[in-house]
């Protein structure tokens, strides 16, 4: 036992870990972005990252918002998107503003069915709109066209409906069970989510086969759409993470992290005792790139699946995930020397997730501005990589720019004085 | 490019290793095991391991066998079915030469359910029967009461036929793609099953869709059944790998190993270029025991499982399953060490079943007789482990007998002189 009192960032820290790993997700709705979102009855298109202006968005994150505006119905073409967009007849919001978190650009409109996730003991929600498919070109990397709309539509009248009537049928369907066996399963739940989809399939099966003599068709596509890659149970990840980071957030005295998350612009980091999002510059990022593709077109359009990280998934439980050299490059014995570094600058080891690589010791859980600064080492994300020509064009790792950590060590340094 | 030219040993041993590799076994039909196996037409009941006289069999192999005429209804109670076995009018086989391969005891009687796996290039076939659900109480394991009794009806009436259904529906289910995906997620495929139990069901699902109309009820409980533990797909595993070595045997002046098995009194391997059994003392243990239980209980009753290693899988694949710390014991990096070392033991590296944590080096696969007693490394198996009183009290690593391979290869020398 040390003699050490603790402190009151100690105090503050310990409250907001406690709260962040306490969350207990559960899936309760699948519901229309304007019928549940806050703010979203209205003409709105929400995209990743700190609030920009309209204007300036660029590159494949304006792309993104443009096509969420066709997407409603409320353009015909590009031109009378940007038409509505500037005269502020359709509005642009934060995904985070909204309790949405998005992945890459992150494109919401108010049509968009979305998770609705829960953390039944609070009542903290956190909504993530669905996995569009596998194809490299989404909305979400910043490409619309016909195909594109299909997808998105088969999303909203075939798989969403479909998940939502099994979710309704069994009262909510518990995340973080789930959660907890896929990173024995080879996922880390962020760019490894193979486990974790079928295990969250597996759960609706048996009111998948109640509701076929009803549903009929759509079932089996939803079936095939659920498990043909490996990222559907994203989303999931990405929203149960967001109510465990919203948890956590606002405990007075606090320097763990509560966001990551990047825009077309800048990186950015919440921190739980200070208010707002604190920018820097773009993260660096070590890709491994689709044949055919090369580094001059790397971009960044928007990104919010950082908040797996945040709360110990992803990048810091990659020693889970082996196969992710195969996807973004790297030696397993690095990925397991980088995970583990990742314990200097935590708070504390996840009491749930845990990996049995490192003998079952839970992930490294709640980012530390302060021991960021102190140990000199970045927290890492794994990432997909987005092309100026739109698509997906590779997967990668990236680091958080240590600009953000020390603009919040002074905001810390100023809000808290000793 | 060496310059040595391969010997006969070799060249024969390349032969044997390309069968045993090349196999692609493919889940076919479930049928009552006296509709499809040879010789199983009759009062019969197949137990695992070398075959011994009805009369050498004791402990829980003896009690399995008893237990088996007494579920086939030619006996009553266990005086009545030892009077039939003694007297002949139930016979005693042993289960490889049925093509059929026992988990522990491995108990067959003719109207128990087997899988039927072959590899539709050449069209050889192996069976299982299959797995008798979570109860640690169960027949392979020499305990025949009520609640096993059940167990076995309830996979004879529902889980077989159901599952028949759908696979008959598929036009058979190819097993290797779901065994390679499986050792990427968590799985060995001998003590770890958990994600090949949950893609065949899932592999499943469509067609279980289709026949809800019809069969109701046996659909949600077989799902249920299918998914339910870790162990389901162990017994596809076997019967496939089965049919990889059975592929491989014969292939006159090879020295691969391609049965391992043991009954109560002695464990015992095949070798590709050899006729029959090369028998030997019980193999060494460590074993982690469930609760409750100590090692003086622990005793053999037979065991075929290690059919998996023999082809590559299971202990040989160790490092694909970080989770068996906790069912069988030893850390992590102990595991690592142990797979590592197969490799110079083996002929080759699997084509197919291989490791992202090795960077996808394919598993080592065909032992080779004359390395083991060079190198001094002893194949591992990964098994559960059976109580005196019956069932299982817990799992472990086993090492071959070295006697086995040092017999083998004094007849291989007497077969193939230089």
Redesign the interface.
């Known amino acids: 036992m040390s003699d050490r009192k603790p402190s009151n960032l100690d105090i503050a820290n310990e409250e907001a870990f406690r709260r962040m790993t306490s969350a207990d997700p559960v899936l309760v709705d699948i519901l229309p972005a304007r019928e549940v979102v806050p703010g979203m009855n209205k003409r709105i298109v929400l995209t990743s990252g700190p609030a920009l202006a309209w204007r300036e968005y660029e590159g494949g994150q304006r792309q993104g918002i443009i096509g969420g505006v066709i997407y409603e119905g409320w353009a015909s073409n590009a031109d009378e998107a940007v038409a509505l967009l500037d005269s502020g007849e359709v509005a642009v919001g934060a995904c985070q503003d909204h309790s949405c978190v998005g992945s890459l650009a992150g494109i919401y409109t108010p049509s968009m069915p979305v998770f609705v996730v829960e953390d039944r003991a609070s009542g903290q929600r956190a909504f993530c709109n669905m996995y569009e498919g596998k194809s490299r070109k989404r909305l979400n990397y910043g490409i619309y066209d016909d195909v594109v709309r299909d997808q998105l539509k088969l999303v909203e009248y075939v798989l969403a409906p479909t998940i939502a009537a099994a979710v309704r049928e069994m009262g909510g369907v518990p995340l973080k069970p789930i959660m907890i066996r896929s990173l024995?399963?080879?996922d880390e739940l962020h760019s490894r989510n193979?486990?974790a989809s079928?295990?969250f399939?597996?759960e609706l099966?048996?009111s998948?086969?109640r509701l076929?003599?009803e549903l009929g068709e759509a079932?089996?596509k939803t079936?095939?759409l659920l498990?043909e890659d490996n990222y559907f149970f994203l989303r999931l990840s990405m929203a149960s993470s967001k109510v465990a980071a919203d948890l956590a957030h606002g405990v007075e005295g606090s320097s763990l992290v509560t966001a990551m998350a990047f825009n077309c612009k800048e990186f950015a980091i919440r921190v739980s005792g200070i208010d707002g999002w604190i920018r820097g510059p773009h993260a660096a990022v070590e890709a491994k790139l689709f044949d055919g593709h090369d580094e001059s077109e790397i971009t960044w359009m928007g990104g919010e699946s950082p908040i797996t990280e945040t709360i110990g998934l992803g990048g810091f439980a990659q020693a889970g995930a082996?196969?992710l050299?195969?996807y973004q490059g790297g030696?397993?014995a690095a990925m397991m020397e980088r995970n583990e570094s990742l314990y200097r600058i935590t708070h504390g080891e996840n009491p749930d997730f845990k990996l049995?690589?490192f003998?079952?010791r839970g992930t490294p859980t709640g980012i530390d501005v302060f021991r960021v600064l102190e140990e000199r080492v970045l927290p890492v994300m794994d990432i997909g990589i987005a092309g100026k020509g739109g698509g997906q064009i590779g997967a990668g790792i990236v680091s958080a720019p240590v600009e953000c950590f020390q603009k919040a060590a002074a905001l810390y340094k100023e809000l808290y004085p000793q």
Chains 1, 2 share one sequence.
């Open positions: 024995n399963m080879g193979t486990a079928l295990l399939a597996r099966f048996p998948f086969l076929y003599g079932v089996q079936i095939e498990t082996p196969t050299q195969a030696s397993y049995a690589v003998a079952y």
